[in-house]
């Protein structure tokens, strides 16, 4: 799901730095304005904090992974990241640190952070993602030996993407299509509704319903997909 801009940019001490962000909330969008921190030499910004990404995985999802880009340049004197870190539901700071040890540019730069199998070495659920205070921080210096100016840092936008899958054994939510795959080995005990929803398999192995379920259609099952009708089961289609 995303890449999604925040809804909230803030300057956060956090503990780290003791420069601020000016003009935050111009890392809400690409447009060539930007969030600023004015760095001397040997000083670290406060996070750079970007959250509220409006973000609706389905409850029951797993999330894979987080991805975060900045889009970044500097004026003057070269920087480079201090910290990136992700920001917990609870608002909380996350202990593993992505941050890039490359230079930054004197143009507009794209980097990524994380990847679609990286979970920032937190466990996540849906509302955790879901949640106005989730989101990343980054932190920037200026210590590079060969720097002598101040440096201003400059950021134009902040995204983030989550990777998730579904759990197909999950009824969804009424006049939605039910998608179940097969190698989940899903056993359903729990009525289900999908109203004008249709019911397809996919993958290979067995399903078991032992519950009510309707819906619109139902496929018929395919070569090495099988079907099973439990003692409880009733299938309304149509």
Known sequence: SGPNNPGTMANVPGGVGTIAWASVAR????????????LTLNTASNYLVASNFGFAIPTGATINGIVATI???????????????IIKADGSIGATDRADSSLWTTTDTVITYGSSTDLWG???????????DFGFGLSVTNTDPANQDASTARVDHMTLTVYYTTDSCTCPATN???AINMSHSCNITTTCNIGTGNITFTGTGTTLFNATISSKNM???KTSQTLKIG????VNIG
Request: aromatic share 8%; with cysteine; hydrophobic share 35%.
């Open 231 to 234: 003692s409880k089961a009733r």
């Open 27 to 38: 890392a809400k969008a690409s447009e060539n304005l930007y969030a600023t921190a004015a």
């Open 122 to 132: 937190e466990t996540w659920t849906a509302a955790d993602i879901n949640d106005v």
């Open 176 to 178: 939605t299509n039910w």
């Open 219 to 221: 496929e018929n099952p």
């Open 71 to 85: 889009e970044r340049s500097f004026v003057t004197s070269n920087c480079r990241d201090n910290r990136v870190r």
